[in-house]
């Protein structure tokens, strides 16, 4: 089954560029999927979000996670989210950062564990998410000068930066106990920041665009609406 | 100017108060043993002072915090756990062992040292186990590790989480590997069996290490 779909592969490329005084820069976004084998989901069941452990340095924040999770509950077609931290802690200790699975071959061997099978059957959790990346400043420049005195004050010159948003997901199915495929999403923007007295910023919010176009393509994914 | 700002700077300093962790109850099969659980003056009122990068004073109250996440995390992890005073004799006591954690070490980051948004926090436990002779049979340094980001929230809240988050590390680490270098379940209710005595100022030789969740054993 899994080999039946490992070469199929979703994409998606957006170019959104609004600068008519909506206050935001420029952001090229692209979402792509790799799926590994059939998904679905039951009414009854749920997913969670977790990050991959900063123990192998990842770096995902804690608002990107939290996004996540509201999107993909959100909307008619939303998923059964069970909050991160309640999972972690009824499943205390075998997904802490130091403990937590690192690949599909040690789950066999954590459902044995006391307690562990059951605890998932009873929270309905059919897909564990692992997100991993970050968003990062790539590059700036420009100058910027503000100065103030008693008759007012003001600011002039032009400044601007890139932020980099690059976040993978990797679907784990724990019915089959497998990997179920990744998705991920690369979102680049850059944000300006003119000023002729007043400062006008345009900013280019690639963090909110990465989560909002990764939780579409999860929800998708994970539904299978593309197989319907 | 940069003088000005480096003397405003100096003498800065932020205190954090830690409330005592809660553990959420591991899902592991009790040991069946009896152990005393004398800790260190110093677990009741735990203070570290630091200075950061020669400016910054920081004061981090760690308060009964050690006391009762030990008291916690032995308490679900043996069958009965007594908590006994440097004052009491445990060689009287019926105990199959007697537990004395310490802390080696505690060292932290904040984000102007590191350049980036995360508070880090590193402990480092010492575990050492006697047997019911009094025999030191483990010495055991448990080095544990936490990080949370800066939020809206500040610095201070991030700090206390990660300090939170490393003693949840240590116990995850314990839980799991406290029978592979302690050997404890070897200390039986048999009065006739026991550990291996270690020499003082041996260790265990099981280093807290990052664990796969298939490859803890």
Redo the contacts between chains.
Sequence with gaps: MNELWSSTVAYRLTLVCALLGVGAGCVTSRVEDAREGITGIASDESVVIMAKSYHLGNETEAKYIACIENALARGSKGLRVIPHKQFVDSLFPWFEPRTAPTETKGLPKLMERPGVAAQIHEQGVRYIIWLEGDTEKVAGGGSLSCAAGPGGGGCFGFAWWQNASDYNASVWDLEGLESAGTVSADVSGTSFLPALVVPIPLIARTQAAACKGLANQLRAFIISDELT | MGTLFASLAAGCGSSVVLDPPT???????TIPLSVGLRMPENFESFVHEEEVLGREQWTIDLGRSNAVFFAQLFGYMFETVTVVSEADDPSIMPFDALIEPSIDEFEFSVPNQTK?N?FAVWIRYRIKVYDRDGKLVVNWPVSA?G?S?T?VMGGKDALQRAAI?AM??A???M??KFDEPTLISSISSDPTSTAVPVEEGGEATAQAT???????E
């Design positions: 553990i959420p109850k591991p899902l592991m099969t980036t995360d590790y990080k980001q939020t988050l949840r590390d116990a995850a680490l839980i799991i990052t664990l796969g969740g298939d490859n803890d």
